[in-house]
């Protein structure tokens, strides 16, 4: 018999016991609390989350409407949506523009202003709250706020334009050619913010040794940023990319106060609150618009995770 043998032994065979001992302490008591415990949330998530999801998938292709009867019509809804419906081209065209200016706009604003903030700037605690105030907000009185501020005629902006006149004055949200970058304007003070908290979080559980390392070798601030504290932050990378996309394509609160999502205006989120609770009443449409908005969303955020499981692998 090896020394190996006789000293892996002792440490390999009480493991299944041990374990076994350990599940055999608890008492019914502890088994029913913990069936509570998994089984309470699961539920909720099945009856809150699959259950209507998988509902939503089922009356996409059907017509269904809220007292007549529900007939199959197959893929009559995504066709009518495809070849037909003025509006919706125009939403989804919207729905990309929103989420390209997230990504290039509002998450870069937010990831520069954690990084001010984390180098512990005077008033670094009062610029936080500030910038952090617009989440903490519900977006419908983001947009009513940002309404007074894109006031015609006694808006700040027109007014710091020079343009209060009714014959000048700039109709911020009722020019279907302005509206959506206005309304994109509000998304972005708030997106910002949020980003904002999320990379400061991030910055906080960042080695400050590292950063020195890199200091003593010469490089500089920008070069130590990129190539060693961004690379500890890909977790967060991660939870940015997957809420960056999920807050562009559920956008709706902004433009359905402004306008109820229309003229200029049109999002998919919109559109289905549109069909399903509007007078239209075409519950069967709105739920294929539902699922369209669902795919589009799960497309970049799948790609994204397989490859940053990919990095990680190797």
Not at 60 to 73: E, G, I, Q
Not at 100 to 115: E, N, Q, S, Y
Not at 184 to 211: F, N, S
Request: net charge positive; charged share 15%; with cysteine.
């Amino acid at each position: 018999m090896s020394t190996g043998q006789l000293v892996g032994r002792p440490a390999d065979q009480p493991a299944g016991p041990r374990r076994r001992r350990r599940l055999s302490r608890l008492t019914r008591r502890d088994k029913i609390v913990l069936a509570l415990m998994l089984g309470i949330p699961a539920l909720i998530e099945v009856c809150l989350i699959w259950g209507p999801a998988i509902a939503t998938v089922f009356y996409s292709f059907t017509d269904a409407h809220s007292v007549a009867p529900v007939h199959w019509v197959g893929g009559q809804n995504y066709t009518f949506m495809r070849k037909i419906d003025p509006q919706f081209w125009p939403a989804v065209r919207h729905n990309l523009i929103w989420l390209l200016v997230f990504t290039v706009i509002a998450t870069p604003l937010g990831m520069a202003l954690a990084v001010l903030l984390d180098r512990g700037i005077r008033g670094s605690r009062i610029y936080q709250s500030i910038f952090f105030l617009p989440v903490m907000l519900s977006l419908a009185l983001i947009g009513i706020i940002w309404q007074v501020v894109y006031s015609p005629q006694f808006g700040l902006i027109n007014g710091v334009l020079g343009k209060t006149s009714p014959n000048d004055a700039i109709d911020w949200l009722g020019n279907p050619h302005l509206n959506l970058w206005a309304v994109l304007v509000e998304a972005t003070w708030r997106q910002a913010g949020y980003v904002m908290v999320l990379y400061l979080a991030g910055l906080k559980a960042v080695d400050p040794t590292l950063g020195e390392a890199a200091a003593l070798d010469g490089a500089s601030e920008w070069q130590t940023f990129w190539r060693v504290t961004f690379p500890t932050l890909r977790p967060i990378n991660t939870v940015v990319i997957v809420v960056t996309v999920i807050e562009s394509l559920r956008a709706f609160d902004l433009v359905y106060v402004t306008n109820g999502g229309t003229d200029g205006l049109e999002l998919i989120s919109a559109m289905i609150t549109t069909y399903i609770t509007g007078p239209a009443n075409r519950i069967g449409y709105g739920s294929a618009l539902g699922v369209v908005l669902l795919v589009i969303s799960l497309v970049p955020i799948t790609f994204f995770l397989i490859q940053q499981f990919r990095k990680e692998k190797r």
